[in-house]
């Protein structure tokens, strides 16, 4: 609740109702003076997006640990116990692009960092492909493991685990490399070539192969090295998850509607319960996100196994919430939900997944 000055005039600046206490009975708007303080517009925001009038942290605590209450209540008819479901995703979406936004999900740092103080941020393919390093590897290239000497000694350049094989890092060299000039792309050298292979014999998939054909020749020409493209597309795919999400809604909402009573459960209601379960997922998967960011800046090994286990107990809580959400909103019996859910649940991943598909061909499109 603001905590604005209540103005002495008790006319309605909004309808020109009289208000008797703090909120008018007619439109609601709070009869507070127009002008505030400076202060009055960070605690008005702190307000806003932590309170909901009181609604806030009910429905947060009701969202991660009780699946299926938000909606089973909100279809019930009491409306204004919790936060709306349109509004609490929004929030959700909002703070979770935020966080996404402020905190890259990998280090694009593929040039190094010249500054011998700042070592840390020499990317990790830049260290391996050093004269020492490259000295190491050519010393021990026939061997299938590496030595408890060259283990510790790699370990003093912080760079890899005492179990790291030949081939491992191999793989980290090869994937510094540019693109081979003899790289081809459907069976064709260059863009030309292709163009008019694809004159010749067109395709009902032209419309996605020759863009990503474009691309991949685009790419060869800049020299661009596959550690970028990877990295690029990791890093776009992420940030586009909550657009799937978003894009997905509607899709899981039907499904939803296809496997349950029509008469009974109304579109509507599919979609509540859609918009409370991806809210969900999105503070998950934000949850999720930090925690991985916590296992790349300590070196504790107990915190890290640690990290690492929160971090499983997660994703098998994304599985188990929805079983749960599901028996609870839709009343259903344990094994019939249970039925229904893994069924929906098997249609929403191949599905999503062919979302997500498209969504790293776009990625890869985007990389410049």
Known sequence: MSHG??????????????????????????????RQPFYFLFTHFIEDFTHYDGQF???LKNLLFKPGTLTSTYLEGK???????????????????????????????FGGDKDSKNESKVSFFEKVKSPQMQKMFDS???????????????QNLNLLPDTITVNEIQGALEMNKKIDSDAEYGGYKTR?????????????????????????????????????????MVEKSFHNLPKALF?????????????????????FDHGIFTLHYFSFLLLNILFIFLLAKLVGVTSFKLINLILYLTISALLLYNIAYFFIAHRRAYHAHGLVSFIIGLTLLTVNFFAFMILVTGLALVSFLMIH
């Open 5 to 34: 000055k209540i103005r002495e005039d008790k006319t309605c600046l909004n309808c020109g109702h009289q208000v008797e206490e703090r909120f008018c009975p007619h439109c609601g708007q709070e009869n507070i003076e127009r």
């Open 57 to 59: 942290w009910g429905t």
């Open 79 to 109: 409306r204004q116990k919790f936060v709306p479901p349109v509004k609490l995703y929004i929030f959700v979406s909002f703070i979770t692009f935020f966080v996404f936004a402020l905190f890259p999900m990998v280090n694009l740092n």
């Open 140 to 154: 021990i290239k026939a061997e299938r493991k590496l030595t408890k000497e060259d283990s510790l000694s790699i």
């Open 192 to 232: 030309k070539s292709y163009d008019s292979a694809a004159v010749k014999n067109p395709s009902s998939l032209d419309f996605i192969k020759i863009p990503l054909a474009h691309k991949f020749f685009e790419l060869k020409e800049k020299g661009v090295k596959k550690e970028e493209i990877i990295l690029n």
């Open 247 to 267: 894009i997905y809604l509607p899709l899981f909402a039907f499904f939803l509607w296809i496997f349950h009573s029509k008469k009974k459960w109304w579109y």
